[in-house]
């Protein structure tokens, strides 16, 4: 959003004023430099977008507006020109609701969660939307530039006849222009991909600073926490009274938050993945995996030494282990996973299996989206942008396989 030459200026409409407040919050925490202009009606709404062309860059509402609702209020709107990119905020559970969206012609959604989690999207969905809305303006206007060339070239063959020889040549200069066309788009392609891979790293980067943040700084006060509260404990003697009773309940929950703000930064980023590498990581996991999940039986297959494994792809790998994984585990009903890691041709060659149930790799591929998390879209993009190769084998009832080849060039 910094790259931005001024403020954005956006249009929310929201009747609820909890969820305003909480909007304009999380666009200061994203650093989105933006105005925003409210209005909780679709009329309102209506009537700033008439009277004012190009005076929005975005427009996000919300689904339940009181008169008219968000779906009905775009489907009314979107015959206006130069209408600006729509992103719908809905309820959790309606998934209906945002296929039709989306068919209708909305750039984006974003589903609301009791815990306000998906406040932290926002400004990443808001960014992509505008991204995907200014490559298709683009295009838009270079089809109208073709068409006009095109257009303008007829007319000059249909005057020139006697004069072919001119005519080709102009043909020969308009080809050139077009190859460097084709040429400047490669470029234009390629910076793209550095940028996602740039964003990809900054995540991760921000992750681990999370991560050692909630490790040394709230898990270490909580321990100093825990430990005064033991030293008191010790000093009131062996008398059952009330406030000893209490002071072991309060030092059970301070060590079971402890727990879980350990469990939180294992998750945003183990620190062992950089102080020991991947393959400790992958052992690391799977016991921890399987501790959490009796049930699984997991099989590792690790043909390849921790040095042959470019330091650009071990998050890659360990992000796609931790996805595939957690799937079979949440949705599969597999009882065993195996994994195999191994090098081929100057190539890292990963896959995990397991026996549940299957799916549709393709109706899964079209639901996900690389900001509902590390998704099935998220494993294939981020492979993608390291040059390498995706694939996912499933049929229902006959288990799932994520295959992934990533080149260590």
């Known amino acids: 959003m910094k790259a931005n030459a001024k403020p954005l ?13 909480a909007f304009q919050r999380a666009m200061k925490i994203g650093d989105v430099d933006c105005r925003i202009a409210f209005c909780e009606r679709a009329e309102e709404a209506a009537d700033l977008l008439k009277n004012a ?12 507006l009181p008169g008219m609702n968000g779906l009905d ?22 998934e209906k609701l945002v296929v039709q969206a989306l068919q209708t012609g909305m750039y984006d959604y974003v589903v609301k969660d009791a815990q306000m989690g998906y406040l932290n999207l ?44 001119m005519t080709i040549q102009a043909l020969e200069n308009e080809i050139e222009e077009r190859r460097g066309t084709e040429t400047a788009l490669r470029r234009s392609q390629e910076q793209l991909r550095k940028l996602s891979r740039t964003i990809l790293d900054s995540q991760e980067n921000e992750r681990k600073l999370i991560a050692q943040e909630i490790h040394d700084s709230i898990s270490g006060s909580l321990a100093a926490i825990k430990f005064a509260l033991e030293e008191k404990l010790d000093t009131m003697g062996q008398n059952p009274v009330p406030q000893v009773i209490s002071l072991e309940k309060i030092i059970s929950q301070v060590d079971e938050t402890i727990k879980e703000s350990r469990r939180i930064s294992v998750h945003l980023r ?4 950089d102080d020991l590498g991947l393959l400790s990581t ?87 989206t690389v900001f509902t998390g590390f998704g099935l879209a998220s494993m294939r993009d981020r492979t993608i942008l390291c040059g390498g190769r995706f694939e996912i084998v499933s049929e229902k009832g006959k288990g799932t396989g994520v295959q992934v080849s990533l080149p260590c060039d």
């Open 270 to 273: 183990p620190s062992l993945l």
């Open 122 to 165: 926002l400004p990443v969905v808001l960014y992509t939307v505008l991204q995907r809305y200014g490559d298709d303006r683009a295009r838009r206007e270079a089809k109208i530039v073709l068409r006009k060339a095109k257009d303008e070239l007829e007319h000059k063959v249909r005057e020139r006849t006697a004069e072919l020889a």
């Open 53 to 64: 062309d190009d005076a929005y860059d975005l427009v996000v509402l919300d689904f339940d």
């Open 9 to 21: 200026n956006i249009l929310l409409i929201e009747d609820n004023e909890h969820d305003r407040v």
């Open 282 to 368: 992958i052992s690391w996991y799977c016991r921890e995996f399987e501790q959490m999940h009796p049930a699984l039986q997991i099989e590792q297959q690790v043909d390849v030494a921790e040095d042959e494994i470019p330091e650009m792809l071990k998050v890659v790998i360990y992000r796609v282990l931790q996805e595939a994984m957690n799937n079979a585990a949440k949705h599969s009903d597999a009882t065993r996973i195996s994994l195999k890691l191994d090098k081929q041709n100057n190539r890292i060659e990963f896959s995990v299996e397991d026996d549940g149930c299957g799916f549709d790799p393709e109706e899964k591929l079209l639901q996900s």
């Open 73 to 94: 209020f775009f489907k009314k709107m979107k015959r206006k020109k130069n209408l600006p990119p729509f992103v719908m905020l809905t309820g959790a559970g309606s």
